[in-house]
């Protein structure tokens, strides 16, 4: 029993300010302190080290956790189910095929009609540009109204699993995973991050990974390059983000059209398909006039765009320009690897061979990071509670 | 801590007499004594208290409540998780899509399949007239045929959540609204109600819902007045059922074709779209047939009869003639707001809106009165119980 | 309270050696050694005593039950969900039309995707022959290796809801419905129980029942004939674990052609259509290249081969051959009911009709063994904890 370990992670996390994170959504990292992204990782590495010492994390009795998934998803899906089950909410889907939702009520009336008994919800929108957050946030409106109004018992907190500008159960979890695997995060500062586009046959992957990243990694002093084709630009705004981020973080944040670049003595690489901003932009307004003509138009261009990159890859030779020919390489998974789930894609795949199991432990945390992020908006005294489970020791599965 | 209030509220349960609810089914109110309907109300209220006090209400360790959704349903689906949550039933919906359901298989052979750890079953089948209700009693005698053969170790008990006659779950929601609203249930004897049928762009909206509030209101000394077109009557034998009501119960059942007149002097409307009942027994009639064309021959009919009723709308003017000019309006929701969800519908968006706080507390007693149905049908001392739940004070969330 | 039963039956448990369940699959009953079929019978049996008594079986405080169904399922589905709920498992269906899994992810990855806290996993796959059973292997190193490598904090294990091989989760239900009613397995050495095939309008019906059969019953001394219409064979590698186990039982496994004489005498007759093994063969193979002429031509061609043998159908004539005119009729459901379910099928309605309750019996079985198999591959010393949750007695339902 690492009892030890886990009272010191509570000690940590008793000297963190938090407090504002009670009662409240978690949509974009950069709308975190630091105190509270770093409570976030604390919270997750308990929860964990719980699980594994089969000590029940269990803090709700009854309760549900929605989950309203506009896009389709295996792993977030099951990622926020896992953390829903690990807390004791249960998971109720609202998918809009069952429900009336399509038959033109108000997102002010579903969201309360839904969250009589709801404590958390998890969204996924990430389609549209200028549109996904933006539901959250009315989604997020409406319910805290409803509890203002007492129609509601309690206020349902949401969760962001992904939108058209920030991934933050993504960027968390590959952010924990950066900080285990550099053994803290003040072995971070001064690593040099390449989060880069790659080549992939398919069009439109949305913009909030490398978004997210850059984000959130210009944050902990580390040098952060975007590097893309010309034309696949993200976000102004999350750019600036980055920017800022950097200035007062003591990173930097450069940008550059070169993958050779952006690779060359980089300590960690993330190269990714991403679809430029300007054209989901347009797609967005194509989609809001209908146009189905010029979304197929669209498509065909971008497609045509995408294949004049094909030199975008993660080859052996690139991971051989990187920090003692050894960087970290990540993805979110899945991957479209060469050779393998299609005949040329974003990484060769003996690169992605070896960093197989790295990557799934990458993935391992995001069912943590959500647990977190449930529990520290719920909760009021959380290191209480932590505390209170350790000590009580209640048995995940009894043996 | 509202103590005192939750046991008062228990002593006034341990006055009723509702023992025959133990084991048994929820079809329609008018199976129901007026000691069971305030039971129900009673143990919704608690429910209620007990979770507002953050106590928990798990009567159950393991057990499942099955779905069975007929028809497209967001907020009777969400109330069914959420009531069976609240007591510690997981949810296992029956989406005949998924199942086996549609390929030959006998009623009386699936409701046993699927109830070997059911304690309660759920259905809405309200489409088709003559049907709905006909099917639950079908489930119903097949699970108590099982569980009598011993091939169930527990009589799975039925909730209806709508069919084609009563909407119990949507009335005795509405009732408790009311209740509320008016500072208990003695003051409600000789208030004006007035349902009433409103135009909506859409056709064949199931009659369950007037039904349900004629059927039940008129047992509380109250004026009910039935309003709609002519040919838009609803089962005869429903408005037999709100005539002895309103015969035994001190109020009044009244029809009327004049949606001024149910208004006037009205302390509370409910102007709703329905189906003529005709229409519906003609349209079950053309499905049993398979007869196609003759469905949508119907359809353009109907549509077409909705059309000329387009001054059946709940305006400010109309409710200019109500008691004070200041009904209470009520709505089961989603409605059809003129110039918001369609161009011409059932009310004003002023009008509706002046009411969405109330119509939001209106829906949110349902998971409630869906908890207190499934507790009253499978617990043999609902107030031994209660008092328990009260004085363990076991959290719903750990704090 | 039947403690005295229970604790005799956990006395039995502790004495059969079957420690090679824990962290272990279900796939093959053949792949299980006496102990085990035994010890997965016992602990059925006592999660059943225990729920008729009202005792709580969690096991699970939190964690998940992972279902992956790739064929339709209303009863196993069910069943699944039953057991998982019954030890404290939620029960997260990995539905393939809502995730990615279809977009050319490994299965490697998927499965560790979607396991960072599932317990258990059930997999129905019996389409297509040599790809189930081998999918699930698949699935199982992959979550094995992904346990090994700490990506996952537990090894989820396995349970066979139905491959192409065998249907052990039917097989070993079937079986205890035989030892209930025949009053102990030591009264099955010696009868006769007589797996036919029998005429369906429907074609392609999976091998994996008649093959779980064979499969099983001849392990218990039982006289095991197999009859078909020529054509209609089963997979000889099952036929020769048939052989095998009767050869080392002390029973007999014999093939027939003749349905009068696999009826003649016997205690036990089974009657059910499947697909012929070669056909199936080359089903999978025009699958695997697409072939949709070539399978509307299969299907054709088979429909044809069943008609002839209309004649393969359990009649009250053919019931009076067996032994005293009394045979046990089973079959695992939904069965093809002449004159109810279809014009011509496998059962005479009045056959079926006098054994609609043993059949649904021997359905009941199904979550408990399921329940079993989670429970043995999961927990160290299942004696000790069914001993504990004896003792401690915490209710299912309070009362």
Known sequence: MDTDKIKARINQLEQRDFHDMYLNDFLLTWEK?????QATFLVAEILRDLRQNNISSRIFDSGLGISLFRDQSTRTRFSFASACNLLGLEVQDLDEGKSQVAHGETVRETANMISFMADVIGIRDDMYIGKGNAYMREVSEAVKQGFQEEVLEQRPTLVNLQCDIDHPTQSMSDMLHLINTFGGVENLAGKKIAMTWAYSPSYGKPLSVPQGIIGLMTRFGMEVVLAHPAGYEVMPAVEEVAGRNAASGGGSFIKTNSMDEAFAGAHIVYPKSWAPFAAMEKR????????????????????????????????????????????LYMHCLPADITGVSCSEGEVEASVFDRYRVPMYMEASYKPYIIAAMILLSKVKSPADILNHLLTSGAQRIRD
């Open 284 to 327: 967005t307004e194509l989609y809001g006039k209908g146009d189905q003509e010029g979304i197929s138009a669209l498509e065909k261009e971008l497609l045509a765009q995408n294949a004049q990159h094909k030199d975008w890859e993660c080859t052996e030779k690139l991971m051989g320009l990187t920090h003692e020919a050894g960087a």
């Open 33 to 37: 302190s630091d105190g509270e992204v």
